[in-house]
C-alpha cells in the first residue's frame, strides 16, 4: 500500500487490509514483526488475528525490511519530482521491478541466522 501520510490512523488501515489479504482471524493468527516507530505504538486498533511483536531498540539487524530502503531511495536520488502522482509512479515501477527480480530482495535480506523455508 501507499499512503499519504504515516501515523496511527494510515497504521491501522494499513493492518485492516493486510488482515485481509493474509486470512487473519479466529482461526488463523499472525505475528507481525513492527519495529519502534511511534504509529506502531500505543492505543491501536489491531484486526482480529493479527498480534504485534516489537522488536528490540536500535537493533536494524532483526529488521530485513531496512536493507531495502536503498533500492527504493536509489530510483528516486537526484530526480526532479513535481508531483506526488509522478512520485507514486515511480515507486510503483520500483516496486514492480523488485517484485519481479526476487534475487535483489534475497540478496540484502537473506541472513545467514534467517530461518529457511524446509518446503522443497
Request: aromatic residues 6%.
Amino acid at each position: 500500500m501507499i499512503l499519504p501520510t504515516v501515523n496511527q490512523d494510515a497504521f491501522e488501515v494499513a493492518l485492516v487490509h493486510f488482515a485481509k489479504a493474509v486470512g487473519a482471524g479466529p482461526l488463523k493468527r499472525i505475528i507481525l514483526v513492527v519495529d519502534g516507530a511511534g504509529w506502531h505504538r500505543g492505543n491501536l486498533k489491531i484486526p482480529e488475528g493479527v498480534h504485534l511483536l516489537q522488536l528490540p531498540a536500535c537493533s536494524p539487524e532483526l529488521q530485513p525490511a531496512e536493507r531495502l530502503w536503498p533500492l527504493v531511495r536509489e530510483v528516486l536520488a537526484n530526480k526532479h519530482i513535481d508531483t506526488l502522482d509522478e512520485l507514486e509512479d515511480l515507486l510503483v515501477q520500483r516496486r514492480r521491478y523488485l517484485i519481479e527480480n526476487v534475487d535483489v530482495i534475497s540478496s540484502r535480506t537473506n541472513f545467514h541466522w534467517w530461518p529457511k523455508s524446509n518446503s522443497n
